[in-house]
C-alpha cells in the first residue's frame, strides 16, 4: 500500500496535490482555533449578550409584578431577559428566560429554572471565582447578598480565565425583591424577529403600569454587514479558506489532466463512468487523508511551540470536515469536465 501511494505521489501533480491537502488541513485547524477563540472573546466584550439584545429600561412603575405577568401571558417566545443589579463589586443580574436560549457553561449542577418563580428561598447560579463564599447549610449550598439567601444550584464559568468566573446569576423575583422592577434590562435571544414581537408586547402591557424605553437594532445591510466591526475577523478567515479553496480546483484540474489516458484505457476495458469515478475517488481521498494526518501534526507542533495551545476535538473534526469538503469541491469539476471527453479526444 505504501508502495503505491508513493507511486501515486511521483506521478504529476500528485506531490502538488498532496502538498495542498497538508495546507488546507494546517489552515484549517489554525483558522478553526482562532474563530472559536474570536467568538468567546466578542460575546465577553458584549458582557456575554448576543449582537440582537436590546437595552431596555423600566421606569415609574409602581408594582413589582410587571415581569410575572409579562411570562405569565406568554408575551415572547425563546427569549431571555437580564435585570442589571447595581453593584460597584459585583457583576450580579437577575434572569429569567422561556423556550429555547443561550445559557452559559455550567461546570457543575445545573442552571436555574425556566420562568418567573417566587417562593420563600431564591436560587443563583454563581461564577467558579465565587465558590469560597458559598455556605453548607443542613446539606444545601447557599449564596447571600444583601437580605437574600440564595439556593445555589450549580457553578458556572469556564475552566480557563474567564469574566464568566466572576459573574453571578440570580432569579428574577430574587433580584426585583431586591432592587424593585425599575431599572436597566437586557432582552436577548437568537431571534431578532422575535425579540421585535417580544418588545412590542412589552410596551404593550406596560401602558398603564409604567414607562418602557427599548433600544432598537442596528442591522446593516449589504457589503457593510461582512464588514462589521463584530465580524470582519471572520470574514477575513472565510476569505483566507476560499482562496484555498480555489487553489485546490485549480490543483485537482492539474492532476485529473494526468489521468485521462487512465479513463480512457478504463473505458475501452467496459467501466462505467461511475466505477472509473470511484477509482479516480481513491486515489484522490487517499492524498486528502494522509494530507490531513500529516497537516494535522504540523498544525499541533506549531501551536505548541508558539506557546498558542488553543486547538480542541472540535477544531480537528471542523477541520477534517473541511478538508473532506475541499476535496469534494476539488475533484467534481475536473471529473466532470474529463468524463464528457470521448475515448478519440483523448487519445488524439
Same mark, same amino acid.
Given at each position: 500500500?505504501?508502495?503505491?501511494?508513493?507511486?501515486?505521489?511521483?506521478?504529476?501533480?500528485?506531490?502538488?496535490?498532496?502538498?495542498?491537502?497538508?495546507?488546507?488541513?494546517?489552515?484549517? =485547524?489554525?483558522?478553526?482555533?482562532?474563530?472559536? $477563540? *474570536?467568538?468567546?472573546?466578542?460575546?465577553?466584550?458584549?458582557?456575554?449578550?448576543?449582537?440582537?439584545?436590546?437595552?431596555?429600561?423600566? %421606569?415609574?412603575?409602581?408594582? *413589582?409584578?410587571?415581569?410575572?405577568? $409579562? &411570562?405569565?401571558?406568554?408575551?415572547?417566545?425563546?427569549?431571555?431577559?437580564?435585570?442589571?443589579?447595581?453593584?460597584?463589586?459585583?457583576?450580579?443580574?437577575?434572569?429569567? %428566560?422561556? /423556550?429555547?436560549?443561550?445559557?452559559?457553561?455550567?461546570? !457543575?449542577?445545573?442552571?436555574?429554572? +425556566?420562568? &418567573?418563580?417566587?417562593?420563600?428561598?431564591?436560587?443563583?447560579?454563581?461564577?467558579?471565582?465565587?465558590?469560597?463564599?458559598?455556605?453548607?447549610?443542613?446539606?444545601?449550598?447557599?449564596?447571600?447578598?444583601? @437580605?437574600?439567601?440564595?439556593?445555589?444550584?450549580?457553578?458556572?464559568?469556564?475552566?480557563?480565565?474567564?469574566?464568566?468566573?466572576?459573574? =453571578?446569576?440570580?432569579?428574577?423575583?430574587?433580584?426585583?425583591?431586591?432592587?424593585?422592577?425599575?431599572?436597566? &434590562?437586557?432582552? @436577548?435571544?437568537?431571534?431578532?424577529?422575535?425579540?421585535?414581537?417580544?418588545? +412590542?408586547?412589552?410596551?404593550?402591557?406596560?401602558?398603564?403600569?409604567?414607562?418602557?424605553?427599548?433600544?432598537? +437594532?442596528?442591522?446593516?445591510?449589504?457589503?457593510?454587514?461582512?464588514?462589521?466591526?463584530?465580524?470582519?475577523?471572520?470574514?477575513? &478567515?472565510?476569505?483566507?479558506?476560499?482562496?484555498?479553496?480555489?487553489?485546490?480546483?485549480?490543483?485537482?484540474?492539474?492532476?485529473?489532466?494526468?489521468?485521462?489516458?487512465?479513463?480512457?484505457?478504463?473505458?475501452?476495458? /467496459?467501466? !462505467? *463512468?461511475?466505477?472509473?469515478?470511484?477509482?479516480?475517488?481513491?486515489?484522490?481521498?487517499?492524498?486528502?487523508?494522509?494530507?490531513?494526518?500529516?497537516?494535522?501534526? =504540523?498544525?499541533?507542533?506549531?501551536?505548541?511551540?508558539?506557546?498558542?495551545?488553543?486547538?480542541?476535538?472540535? @477544531?480537528?473534526?471542523?477541520?477534517?470536515?473541511?478538508?473532506? #469538503?475541499?476535496?469534494?469541491? #476539488?475533484?467534481?469539476?475536473?471529473?466532470?469536465?474529463?468524463?464528457?471527453?470521448?475515448?478519440?479526444?483523448?487519445?488524439?
Amino acid at each position: 500500500m505504501i508502495t503505491k501511494f508513493r507511486k501515486q505521489l511521483k506521478a504529476k501533480g500528485g506531490i502538488v496535490l498532496f502538498l495542498s491537502f497538508i495546507a488546507i488541513s494546517i489552515c484549517a =485547524i489554525c483558522v478553526s482555533g482562532a474563530m472559536r $477563540l *474570536n467568538r468567546k472573546i466578542e460575546r465577553e466584550s458584549r458582557n456575554f449578550y448576543s449582537e440582537h439584545a436590546r437595552n431596555t429600561t423600566l %421606569y415609574e412603575f409602581q408594582e *413589582n409584578d410587571f415581569l410575572q405577568e $409579562l &411570562y405569565s401571558e406568554k408575551a415572547g417566545e425563546d427569549y431571555i431577559i437580564y435585570k442589571n443589579i447595581d453593584d460597584p463589586e459585583l457583576d450580579i443580574r437577575g434572569v429569567l %428566560y422561556s /423556550g429555547k436560549v443561550t445559557l452559559p457553561n455550567m461546570l !457543575s449542577g445545573e442552571f436555574l429554572e +425556566e420562568g &418567573y418563580l417566587k417562593g420563600n428561598d431564591g436560587t443563583a447560579v454563581v461564577g467558579r471565582s465565587f465558590e469560597n463564599l458559598i455556605k453548607k447549610e443542613n446539606g444545601e449550598s447557599y449564596f447571600y447578598y444583601n @437580605d437574600l439567601k440564595l439556593k445555589v444550584l450549580g457553578i458556572m464559568g469556564e475552566k480557563n480565565t474567564s469574566r464568566m468566573n466572576e459573574m =453571578i446569576f440570580v432569579d428574577m423575583a430574587s433580584a426585583i425583591k431586591n432592587s424593585g422592577v425599575n431599572g436597566e &434590562y437586557v432582552i @436577548d435571544g437568537k431571534d431578532p424577529d422575535k425579540l421585535d414581537r417580544l418588545a +412590542e408586547n412589552i410596551e404593550y402591557m406596560s401602558s398603564e403600569k409604567g414607562k418602557v424605553s427599548i433600544a432598537g +437594532e442596528y442591522i446593516e445591510s449589504g457589503v457593510a454587514w461582512f464588514f462589521a466591526k463584530e465580524r470582519i475577523t471572520g470574514t477575513m &478567515y472565510t476569505l483566507i479558506l476560499c482562496s484555498f479553496l480555489i487553489t485546490t480546483v485549480m490543483v485537482s484540474f492539474l492532476w485529473m489532466s494526468q489521468k485521462k489516458r487512465k479513463v480512457a484505457v478504463m473505458r475501452l476495458q /467496459g467501466y !462505467s *463512468n461511475g466505477e472509473i469515478i470511484c477509482e479516480i475517488a481513491k486515489e484522490y481521498y487517499g492524498f486528502a487523508v494522509v494530507g490531513f494526518g500529516i497537516g494535522l501534526v =504540523i498544525a499541533i507542533a506549531l501551536v505548541w511551540r508558539l506557546g498558542a495551545w488553543n486547538t480542541s476535538l472540535e @477544531d480537528v473534526f471542523t477541520a477534517f470536515v473541511v478538508t473532506l #469538503g475541499f476535496g469534494v469541491c #476539488g475533484l467534481v469539476l475536473p471529473a466532470i469536465k474529463v468524463l464528457r471527453l470521448q475515448v478519440s479526444e483523448i487519445l488524439a
